[in-house]
T-cell receptor, first 109, second 115 residues
Framework: GQNIDQPTEMTATEGAIVQINCTYQTSGFNGLFWYQQHAGEAPTFLSY??LDGLEEKGRFSSFLSRSKGYSYLLLKELQMKDSASYLC??????????WGAGTKLIIKP | DGGITQSPKYLFRKEGQNVTLSCEQN?????MYWYRQDPGQGLRLIYY???????QKGDIAEGYSVSREKKESFPLTVTSAQKNPTAFYLCASSIGEGLAYNEQFFGPGTRLTVL
């Protein structure tokens, strides 16, 4: 079974802030990725964290706590175009990506 | 423009037929991957290749085959042995294996429907 977990769906309002959580369990860890995927399209890279702490990139920030097996993606000043699925994935000891099922984010006006 | 192309975007096949999905990249990446995406599930790795003329099975390789005769190309064949082939197939590439920061770049995907 999967050892990476994220909520299936979240809803937020345009202009607001939303935090998407991701938890994982692994003995070997080489970093955690966040990707954005619009319906029917390819995932696109958002962020990579390998050290604990917060990485900020414009409206999007990603946080990692390796000791807790926990990451979150923070989206600020939400826009309608942010409606998409957000995929987290950790890189294991074999440098393979293990993917979560994705969180579908619905933005309402 | 560098990138990854997959064709076709939509593909319909009759049950029992083999079908080949193409994937081409001009990013000069060594590593290439095939994933399958089903509703409510994460991306699942079918096959990957770190170098020309070499490839390894992923988690769900049964019923699939690949080749890597050229660095730029990594076609996937969905054989009649694959019991549930209808899915969204994504091809990806990255600079190489064994790197901690190894962003994967994805193609637009092929949606295969077996009738």
């Amino acid at each position: 079974g999967q050892n990476i977990d994220q909520p299936t769906e979240m809803t937020a309002t345009e202009g607001a802030i939303v935090q998407i959580n991701c938890t994982y369990q692994t003995s070997g860890f080489n970093g955690l990725f966040w990707y954005q995927q619009h319906a029917g399209e390819a995932p696109t890279f958002l962020s990579y964290n390998v050290l604990d702490g917060l990485e900020e990139k414009g409206r999007f920030s990603s946080f990692l706590s390796r000791s807790k097996g926990y990451s979150y993606l923070l989206l600020k000043e939400l826009q309608m175009k942010d409606s998409a699925s957000y995929l987290c994935a950790y890189m294991d000891s074999n440098y393979q990506l293990i993917w979560g099922a994705g969180t579908k984010l619905i933005i309402k006006p | 423009d560098g990138g990854i192309t997959q064709s076709p975007k939509y593909l319909f096949r009759k049950e029992g037929q083999n079908v080949t999905l193409s994937c081409e990249q001009n990013l000069n990446h060594d590593a290439m991957y095939w994933y399958r995406q089903d509703p409510g599930q994460g991306l699942r790795l079918i096959y990957y290749s770190q170098i020309v003329n070499d490839f390894q099975k992923g988690d769900i390789a049964e019923g699939y085959s690949v080749s890597r005769e050229k660095k730029e190309s990594f076609p996937l064949t969905v054989t009649s042995a694959q019991k549930n082939p209808t899915a969204f197939y994504l091809c990806a590439s990255s600079i190489g294996e064994g790197l901690a920061y190894n962003e994967q770049f994805f193609g637009p995907g092929t949606r295969l429907t077996v009738l």
